[in-house]
């Protein structure tokens, strides 16, 4: 044993390979030097072929200052707790004390470890219900954007539903009109506007046109139903749990400082 700590064979090693850039049998083996304990116990190893727990190197002024240092406080308590202690103390009567007290604190720390076993269960319930509360609320968030990012092309579906619908009125009233003149100046409306577009079929193909358009983005509205009535599930099931959760942490919560409370007010 020594200040270095554990005596390894490491250096008996390096005393039959000679692995170092001089000879280690130059070194001294005692006084100071760099790993000068290790190689006492190495060449006593190699001398006598005991393990290296089996030997004792001896102890440096350091080593031997602190112990004396610690003697010394040891001896200056106990002359101090001596003086304390009356001199017709009885020693049995003193004993049963003592035993009582250690009884006594022996209870008391019963149950403290009672109480921090419960504390501790509860700590790591609310921990967990927080990992919990945290997953859930991502979830909501999640549901949350996607039901609102569904709802807002359900919406955008409607008016383009709606704005082909009016198209389509717009040119009905148009082709159920008469070709009439302008009243100003009496001339035909051939002369203002494209004769093609003038044609009965034109505004029919128009028509076919949008009512094409429409029955697709119906088609695509009716598809995207199911999936926004499963986001709306989705967002009431984190809703739940956020709140289920949020319940059951408050509890803990509180049952976590009902136990600091008493153990404080039991102190």
Same mark, same amino acid.
Request: charge should be positive.
């Given at each position: 044993?020594?200040?270095? #700590?554990?005596? %390894? #064979? ?8 000679? *692995?170092? $850039?001089s000879m280690i049998a130059k070194d001294p083996t005692k006084g100071k030097g760099h790993g000068s &304990? !290790?190689? /006492? ?7 006598? =072929? ?9 102890? @440096? @002024? ?6 004396? #240092? !610690? ?14 202690? +009356? ?8 004993? !049963? ?9 022996d209870m008391f720390s019963s149950q403290l470890q009672a109480r921090s076993s419960v504390l501790k269960? /509860? ?17 909501? *968030?999640?549901? %949350? ?19 082909? =619908? *009016? %198209?389509?009125? =717009? ?9 009439? +003149?302008? $009243?100003?100046?009496?001339? $035909? /409306?051939?002369?203002?506007? &494209?004769? &093609? ?16 358009? *429409?029955? !697709? ?5 009716? #598809? ?17 749990? /956020? ?25």
């Amino acid at each position: 044993r020594s200040k270095k #700590g554990a005596v %390894t #064979g490491d250096d008996l090693r390096h005393w039959a390979l000679l *692995a170092q $850039p001089s000879m280690i049998a130059k070194d001294p083996t005692k006084g100071k030097g760099h790993g000068s &304990d !290790k190689r /006492v116990s190495s060449y006593a190893l190699f001398l006598s =072929g005991l393990d290296d727990s089996a030997v004792e190197l001896y102890k @440096s @002024s350091a080593v031997k200052d602190q112990a004396k #240092g !610690k003697l010394a406080v040891a001896q200056a308590e106990l002359a101090r707790v001596q003086k304390l202690i +009356p001199a017709d103390t009885d020693r049995a009567a003193a004993v !049963k004390a003592l035993a009582r007290v250690d009884e006594r604190l022996d209870m008391f720390s019963s149950q403290l470890q009672a109480r921090s076993s419960v504390l501790k269960d /509860v700590r790591q319930q609310i921990a967990a219900e927080g990992a919990a509360l945290a997953e859930a609320s991502t979830e909501l *968030a999640g549901a %949350t954007s996607m039901r609102e990012r569904f709802a807002l092309l359900d919406l955008k579906y409607s008016s383009d539903l709606a704005r082909l =619908g *009016a %198209t389509d009125e =717009g040119i009905a009233f148009f082709q159920a009109l008469p070709e009439t +003149p302008c $009243p100003l100046c009496g001339t $035909p /409306v051939e002369q203002h506007a &494209d004769p &093609d577009s003038l044609k009965p079929r034109a505004p029919s193909k128009y028509r076919r046109a949008i009512a094409a358009e *429409a029955e !697709k983005i119906r088609d695509l509205r009716r #598809g995207l139903q199911p999936s926004l009535a499963h986001q709306q599930a989705r967002l009431a099931t984190a809703a739940a749990d /956020v709140s289920r959760l949020t319940v059951s942490l408050k509890t803990l919560e509180e049952q976590e400082a009902l136990l600091l409370r008493t153990a404080g007010e039991e102190f």
